[in-house]
């Protein structure tokens, strides 16, 4: 594998009252656990770090895909949500799901635009098989097929379907 770019970044303290900085300085940040796990809050965390990253990685895979398809999907955008699980076997493990609009192309084409662009993504790649990723495809309602929604044969795994209460939006579960 040719390496293109790598990234350096260094936390000391850990999840509690930690710290974490680029090697550039681009990063700087305090580094706490979430209220809602007993923390302060204060700072940000390693999940919301992982969502950031995975969620704009995975536009950009989107963006690419879209690009080689000669596709226009308008502009998308991808919001991942990165749970803190208990691990079964003791420990923690993370639980992911990528929210993700195309609005200008259909259900099955913004479907099929979003499991390519999971084949693609290196966030993607690095979490297959470790890590429970689902895919929700949001669109809008402007194309044929648009308003239909996924078929519980058509959602793949814990994915969601249904409408998600945005007006004029539509949910569906690509198929990894």
């Known amino acids: 594998m ?10 000391t303290g850990g999840r509690k009252n930690g710290r974490a900085y680029s090697s550039d300085g681009a990063i700087d940040v305090q580094i706490n656990p979430p209220k809602e796990v007993g923390g302060s809050g204060e700072g940000t ?3 919301q770090l992982f969502a950031a990253g995975y969620a704009a990685c995975f536009d950009n895979a989107l963006a690419t895909v879209a690009r080689m398809e ?3 999907p308008g502009q998308t955008s991808v ?3 990165v749970a803190l699980a208990k691990h079964p076997e003791g420990g923690f493990a993370l639980d992911v799901e990528l929210r993700v609009t195309v609005p200008n192309l259909t259900a099955d084409e913004a479907e099929s635009l979003v ?3 999971h084949r693609r993504c290196p966030y993607s ?4 098989g470790n ?3 689902r ?3 949001l669109w809008a309602g402007g194309g044929p097929g648009s308003d239909r929604q996924a078929s519980p044969s058509e959602a793949s795994g814990s994915a969601r379907g249904g409408s998600q209460g945005r007006s004029n939006r539509n949910t569906r579960n690509a198929s990894p």
């Open 115 to 117: 499991a390519k662009a």
């Open 135 to 137: 895919l929700t495809v």
């Open 125 to 128: 790649r690095a979490t297959r």
């Open 45 to 47: 965390n390693p999940e």
């Open 79 to 81: 919001t991942a949500l």
């Open 2 to 11: 040719e390496v293109l770019y790598t990234a350096e970044a260094t936390a």
């Open 70 to 72: 000669k596709l226009d």
């Open 131 to 133: 890590v429970d990723v």
